[in-house]
């Protein structure tokens, strides 16, 4: 390719990626005629139970009460979250959004298999242009805990979000109860908008201001200047710093810790927790009290039931997790981690008071499942191949100045990465930089390779840690172009994002 050619597609992306509203055929025009064929063909191959769920989604600035404290912020129908959207294999989904925010918006269906054209982040899908309305129309491949979100600007730090659950009829499960457990860090409305925050990441580290070897010097012009910004501790598991944000409130299923939410089951029912981190800069760990928890799939998949205390979930990611509950009352806690707050909801199967507000239960310090504890079960690993290409990512960048990268550039100046239909790829991610990154795939679900050879669990999002070479494998079987990026959303908005394309 000669450098005028290089130059003029860099530029072509950019377009694309500002003005993706304007630009629906652009996937043919990027991708080739022969990728957006094929999309129809992969589209045919999957599951058609020939029924279809039917939504509606309002996106709009509105009141939400998170429990004694009111918000204004976005949200879809008004309330934190959003309505669940459940369907099983096969069925197709078709939601109307009817844009009602004064900007353009998206709904990316975050570890959906589905078709690109469908998947919510442009320039494969259009973005929908504010006061329009757009209907996402698509079949759902395989079952599993999943939940959607805008894929524009920082809107993912708002109350837009809701659970996606995909059942599968042919599985009932092994479990009475379901509980849908939504983690989220809250500032928009009652603390910084998302806005001021990215604003003030990036002023922290301006030219002029003394960064002292990189640290954020406290009281510095700038630094403290918008609230939440910086302030956040350490983490062991995390491996270092655990944010970039602190956040005025930590939530479950749209509640503060003061006025927390209630689940009601009976003494010995085993109960399926789906639990969804909505957050943008927070993992939080994860325990029942009085309990263990027995994880049965990450993202969607499932992986050996394997008994933990607590588990450490990134932004992005979904643990299921099964309980047999005891009589009484309990409180699920989530720990923000690093952050030195808790959210939380309660568990009720009889009498008895629930554990106070700031309860930390030791649970929380007992066995903490990370990903590296689970194995995919013999049905959802894949089959051992030779790679056909091996895909480097490099993870980079500093808070000074406030940019994040993948292979050496911004999203802005990206060369996306390329494969092939039918490839086995091997994708290593490798975190240079001294933070943590949930690093989620669209399209697709990968499987973690460990050192021992055994299967890991099959995941869309995976925490990569500083200084940690992450090793993942994937077949390219969903054709289109494809978001890679960080779940971290102002990582994500710094820069840290690329693309994966199907060349044929
Ligand atoms: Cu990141």
């Known amino acids: 390719m000669s450098e005028g050619r290089a130059l003029s597609r860099r530029a072509f992306l950019v377009a694309t990626a500002a003005a993706g509203a304007t630009l629906a055929g652009?996937?043919?025009?990027?991708?080739?005629?022969?990728?957006?064929?094929?999309?129809?063909?992969?589209?045919?191959?999957?599951?058609?139970?020939?029924?279809?769920?039917?939504?509606?989604?309002?996106?709009?600035?509105?009141?939400?009460?998170?429990?004694?404290?009111?918000?204004?912020?976005?949200?879809?129908?008004?309330?934190?979250?959003?309505?669940?959207?459940?369907?099983?294999?096969?069925?197709?989904?078709?939601?109307?959004?009817?844009?009602?925010l004064p900007r353009t918006t998206s709904?990316?269906?975050?570890?959906?298999?589905?078709?690109?054209?469908?998947?919510?982040?442009?320039?494969?899908?259009?973005?929908?242009?504010?006061?329009?309305?757009?209907?996402?129309?698509?079949?759902?491949?395989?079952?599993?805990?999943?939940?959607?979100?805008?894929?524009?600007?920082?809107?993912?730090?708002?109350?837009?979000?809701?659970?996606?659950?995909?059942?599968?009829?042919?599985?009932?499960?092994?479990?009475?109860?379901?509980?849908?457990?939504?983690?989220?860090?809250?500032?928009?409305?009652?603390?910084?908008?998302?806005?001021?925050?990215?604003?003030?990441?990036?002023?922290?580290?301006?030219?002029?201001?003394?960064?002292?070897?990189?640290?954020?010097?406290?009281?510095?012009?700038?630094?403290?200047?918008?609230?939440?910004?910086?302030?956040?501790?350490?983490?062991?598991?995390?491996?270092?710093?655990?944010?970039?944000?602190?956040?005025?409130?930590?939530?479950?299923?749209?509640?503060?810790p003061a006025a927390p939410s209630t689940f009601r089951a009976k003494p010995g029912q085993r109960v399926r927790i789906r639990i969804i981190n909505a957050a943008s800069d927070t993992a939080f760990r994860v325990a029942v009290t009085g309990h263990r928890l027995?994880?049965?799939?990450?993202?969607?998949?499932?992986?050996?039931?394997?008994?933990?205390?607590?588990?450490?979930?990134?932004?992005?990611?979904?643990?299921?997790?099964?309980?047999?509950?005891?009589?009484?009352?309990?409180?699920?806690?989530?720990?923000?981690?690093?952050?030195?707050?808790?959210?939380?909801?309660?568990?009720?199967?009889?009498?008895?008071?629930?554990?106070?507000?700031?309860?930390?239960?030791?649970?929380?310090d007992g066995r903490v499942g990370t990903v590296a504890d689970f194995n995919a079960t013999t049905a959802a690993a894949l089959v051992p191949a030779v790679p056909d290409a091996k895909l480097p990512v490099d993870l980079a960048g500093s808070m000074a100045p406030y940019e994040w990268t993948i292979n050496g550039a911004p999203f802005s100046r990206t060369t996306p990465l390329q494969v092939r239909s039918g490839q086995r790829i091997e994708m290593t991610f490798d975190n240079t930089s001294t933070m943590w990154h949930p690093m989620h795939l669209h399209g697709h679900t990968f499987e973690i390779l460990t050192a021992d050879g055994r299967p890991g669990a099959r995941k869309d999002t995976a925490i990569v840690l500083p200084a940690q070479r992450l090793r993942v494998a994937f077949v390219a079987d969903n054709p289109g172009q494809w978001m890679l990026h960080c779940h971290n959303t102002y990582h994500q908005d710094a820069g840290m994002m690329t693309r994966l394309d199907y060349t044929g």
């Open 294 to 364: 027995t994880v049965t799939h990450t993202d969607g998949f499932p992986v050996v039931p394997t008994e933990v205390d607590a588990v450490l979930i990134g932004m992005g990611e979904r643990y299921d997790v099964r309980v047999t509950a005891g009589d009484g009352a309990f409180a699920l806690v989530a720990l923000a981690e690093g952050k030195n707050a808790t959210a939380r909801a309660l568990l009720i199967t009889g009498a008895g008071n629930p554990p106070p507000a700031d309860f930390t239960p030791p649970e929380l």
């Open 26 to 100: 652009c996937t043919s025009g990027a991708g080739g005629g022969g990728v957006v064929d094929e999309i129809g063909e992969v589209e045919a191959r999957r599951p058609h139970s020939g029924r279809t769920v039917s939504a509606t989604l309002t996106a709009d600035r509105t009141r939400v009460d998170l429990g004694g404290s009111v918000a204004e912020s976005l949200t879809y129908n008004g309330t934190v979250p959003g309505p669940v959207l459940r369907a099983s294999v096969g069925d197709e989904v078709a939601v109307t959004v009817r844009n009602r």
């Open 107 to 256: 709904v990316h269906w975050h570890g959906i298999a589905m078709r690109n054209d469908m998947d919510g982040a442009a320039p494969a899908t259009p973005d929908i242009a504010a006061g329009g309305d757009f209907t996402y129309r698509f079949s759902v491949p395989h079952p599993g805990t999943y939940w959607a979100h805008p894929h524009t600007g920082l809107d993912a730090d708002t109350g837009l979000y809701f659970p996606v659950i995909v059942d599968d009829p042919r599985d009932p499960g092994d479990y009475d109860a379901e509980w849908i457990v939504m983690l989220d860090d809250w500032t928009d409305g009652v603390g910084s908008s998302p806005e001021q925050i990215f604003d003030g990441l990036r002023a922290m580290s301006a030219p002029g201001h003394d960064m002292a070897g990189g640290e954020p010097m406290p009281g510095m012009p700038g630094m403290g200047a918008v609230a939440g910004v910086g302030g956040t501790g350490k983490s062991t598991l995390l491996g270092g710093d655990a944010g970039d944000v602190s956040y005025p409130y930590y939530l479950v299923n749209g509640r503060i």
